[in-house]
């Protein structure tokens, strides 16, 4: 079956040559007479170019980030700024249930690391996956359990 020329719904003029229906066979792409999607299908290959200009870019601008982090305001001495006071009775409530959270902590980090040994142990037989996945876990536990060893450092130094 022809080919019809979008533009004028008739056949085109590579069907009437007896292209075979390759209306850009003669054409280097850029024809009326192609296809709407053979059109322009020359690709260029773009040139990179590294030069060191833009590392001194990127230098120029962490070092200008920095500048502006170093001179951020200090607060003004008129504004006043109490250390944190614990209500009437609260305070013995909350040494109390940050100890709980760090007992529940320290469960946690034995417990996770029990675990991950038990699954390699039993991974070592034909279940190598499983013991992949204990030993996986190993770098996880050790993050928690360092997180929250220095949760009240962090928290300190934001403060």
């Known amino acids: 079956m022809p080919r019809r020329s979008p533009a004028t719904g008739g056949v085109t003029a590579a069907n009437r040559a007896g292209s075979g229906g390759n209306a850009a066979a003669n054409c280097d792409g850029n024809c009326p007479s192609a296809p709407r999607d053979q059109r322009h299908q020359q690709t260029r290959t773009p040139r990179v170019v590294t030069t060191d200009s833009e590392d001194d870019v990127l230098a120029h601008y962490l070092a200008l980030a920095a500048d502006i982090v170093v001179a951020a305001p200090?607060?003004?001495?008129?504004?006043?700024?109490?250390?944190?006071?614990?209500?009437?009775?609260?305070?013995?409530l909350g040494n109390l249930f940050i100890g709980w959270m760090k007992w529940i902590l320290i469960v946690g980090g034995?417990?996770?690391l029990l675990a991950c040994g038990i699954m390699m142990t039993v991974g070592r037989r034909n279940r190598s996956s499983f013991a992949a996945d204990g030993a996986a876990g190993i770098p996880w536990v050790l993050g928690g359990l360092t997180l929250g060893a220095v949760a009240a450092l962090i928290v300190g130094a934001v403060m």
């Open 74 to 92: 200090t607060p003004d001495p008129a504004i006043p700024n109490p250390a944190p006071v614990a209500p009437d009775g609260l305070g013995e």
């Open 110 to 112: 034995v417990g996770g």
